[in-house]
């Protein structure tokens, strides 16, 4: 959802918000990011994609012709998240290069479309029966990364290459898919949601919510050990109290089913999922914003499991969670739903890159123990990989990231809402903001009206939850929108402190992995403690000093410059008795630990750590 175009507001419509267009970021943190990706990390995918034969399956497909497919059966979703990616970034800076990348690729998808709509080389090519094994085929999950591919290109360049692909798809989806059809895999419902709002064909949204009502009454066919929850087939939406599953699967669902509702005017629907969200922000989310406990199955575990070694955290499930909190902030306005994404984007989306753009994370764990098995590929303990053969995480990334400026702001009949902090520039309708920020490295953010009408209008800017202390034009200002309504003109400014300093933080009690532990915060980034800054000891041995003494620490070498580290105090645990053969001993008459030091702790942002090696590291560390 990304322009005027997404939303269509109507009497009986949910949504309260529409986003800005023209949001642009501009140099800053993420401008930089938004540049790696670009000039990294998306030439990377195309080559990487190339390898594992997915253009390949599809020329075949274009050719009629029959046999093998490269590579699995979802392969196709990766080309299109890389074009919705490639439309994304034609839109804010046309290249030659990038023209024909995706003129190409579109062309390609458009020949290997079957003359009824129909589009998915492993069954084009292996002969199976279409529809036949959705549970597994991800047949509608590569046609909802088709559309979404085709809507950003519509909306980014006003190309229709792509849309025509994905309308004729979707017009057989509605003629010949039958009736209680569901993928193993939902992705299509909140796609159709936004082909709908693209083309204006209400038969497109009318299927995305059979699809959401649909699941939940164990339709899909189980394999393995699994029972129906792992696909959200167990319990129906609208009574479900939380999330669970497959991550990433359950994220999907809930974002198109937002849709639905916001496009239905469904209240019950989106009280349904503002419940599940609460829940799930409750019991189910690191730190970080991660979400999924669970490696078997990448699923959410139960209530506070989530425990920082085997946390999964799949870098998909984070993009996914930022699409939920979205759609869920555009149909409520609340600030919390803004507060999530950003925590998600800085610490759960941004670890799943490294800071040159060509290695990915899947797993993104919260603690790397010294002597950790490396032996899955996915495991933190190897650090970032050059490409998984399971490839969904890279792609998503530079989708997200191409298309972030989108995220930043929304517009609604009483003003303009600032969600997120970026340098660049915001177009919401008759309004031009400039804004002006060293923003996560520095809370000032300096917002100068550019264009603006005569009639007044309110400015809304979030006050981040953890922003204690902050103020807008000198003034205090509590979490949560700041609203400022006046006459404004031209060179207007209105500037925040948004109080970025150090912090420590503690989990509640139920999250016993970590009681008696702390972890190190810095405006919207978590902290971690790393292998190389901390030569001739290993991390695992570390503690914070009972009064640590935080405070902002010098560059550190193999980090970017403006990278803000912070130092603490702390000290080494000595192990005396803990090398006797048994990590266990009688509590009758409990000791309290012993330490050597003091020594200074370095703290750097977690999505930063593994770019110097991979090595032990972790989020939490014990207090004494």
């Known amino acids: 959802m990304s322009d005027d175009a997404v939303v269509r507001p109507r009497p009986e419509a949910v949504v309260t918000l529409r986003p800005a267009s023209g949001a642009r970021i501009e140099g800053g943190f993420w401008g930089a990011r938004q540049r790696v990706n670009r000039d990294v990390t998306i030439p990377l995918g195309a080559r990487r994609i190339r390898e594992s034969g997915a253009f390949a399956n599809l020329e075949a497909a274009a050719r009629g012709a029959g046999g093998e497919h490269r590579g699995k059966v979802f392969a196709d979703s990766d080309v299109y998240k890389w074009l919705e990616a490639l439309a994304w970034e034609r839109g804010r800076a046309d290249s030659d290069g990038l023209a024909r990348a995706y003129e190409e690729a579109a062309g390609l998808v458009a020949a290997a479309q079957a003359p009824d709509g129909y589009l998915h080389t492993h069954t084009q090519l292996t002969g199976r029966e279409r529809y036949s094994d959705l549970a597994s085929s991800h047949e509608l999950y590569c046609a909802g990364h088709l559309m979404q591919a085709a809507v950003a290109g519509s909306r980014a360049l006003g190309d229709d290459t792509l849309l025509r692909v994905a309308a004729k798809f979707a017009d057989h989806l509605v003629k010949d898919l039958p009736a209680d059809a569901l993928d193993g895999h939902p992705e299509i419902e909140t796609a159709l949601a936004e082909l709908y709002r693209e083309t204006g064909v209400r038969p497109y949204l009318d299927l995305a919510a059979r699809m959401v009502t649909g699941r939940g009454h164990e339709r899909l066919p189980l394999k393995g050990h699994h029972g129906p929850g792992i696909r959200q087939d167990r319990v129906p939406l609208r009574d479900a109290t939380t999330v669970e599953g497959h991550a990433v699967r359950a994220l999907y669902l809930a974002a198109g089913a937002t849709d639905v509702a916001a496009e239905t005017g469904d209240g019950d629907l989106l009280a349904a999922l503002t419940r599940q969200w609460r829940d799930m922000v409750a019991t189910k989310t690191y730190l970080t914003g991660g979400l999924g406990s669970v490696w078997y199955g990448e699923q959410f575990g139960g209530p506070h499991e989530l425990t920082p070694e085997t946390a999964y955290c799949e870098t998909c499930a984070a993009v996914a969670s930022v699409q939920w909190s979205w759609r869920m902030l555009l149909a409520t306005g609340e600030p919390g739903y803004a507060d999530l994404m950003e925590r998600t984007l800085y610490n759960a989306v941004l670890p799943g890159l490294s800071l040159g753009g060509d290695r990915f994370f899947y797993v993104n764990a919260l603690r790397v123990r010294a002597g950790a098995n490396p032996d899955d590929r996915r495991a933190a303990a190897r650090g970032r990989q050059d490409w998984y053969g399971t490839a969904c995480c890279p792609p998503n990334v530079m989708r997200l990231l191409s298309s972030l400026g989108h995220y930043l702001a929304t517009r609604s009949e009483d003003g303009v809402q600032l969600h997120l902090y970026a340098s660049g520039t915001v177009r919401a309708g008759d309004v031009l903001l400039e804004v002006r920020t060293g923003y996560p490295w520095d809370g000032r953010v300096e917002i100068v ?123 080494i645990h000595a192990h005396r008795d803990e090398d006797a053969g048994f990590p266990y001993r009688t509590a009758a008459a409990p000791r309290e630990p012993e330490h050597t030091g003091p020594v200074d702790l370095t703290f750097v942002p977690y999505y930063a750590w593994a770019n110097r090696g991979a090595g032990p590291m972790t989020i939490w560390t014990p207090m004494h």
């Not at 009639?455 to 202390?469: E, H, L, N, V």
């Not at 810095?522 to 190389?532: A, D, I, N, W």
């Open 449 to 571: 009206v550019r264009e603006t009408p005569e009639r007044p209008w309110t400015f809304s800017a979030r006050i981040p939850s953890w922003a204690d202390g902050a103020s807008v034009n000198a003034e205090p200002a509590e979490p949560g929108y700041h609203r400022i309504r006046r006459a404004w003109r031209p060179g207007d400014r209105v500037t925040l402190d948004l109080a970025v300093r150090p912090r420590l933080t503690a989990a509640v009690p139920r999250l016993d992995v970590a009681r008696g532990q702390v972890a190190v915060e810095r405006g919207p980034l978590v902290y971690c403690l790393e292998q190389p800054d901390h030569p001739g000891v290993i991390v695992d041995d570390l503690c914070l000093a009972a009064t640590p003494g935080l405070r902002d620490g010098a560059p550190i070498a193999g980090l970017p410059a403006e990278v803000v580290p912070m130092i603490a105090r702390g000290r």
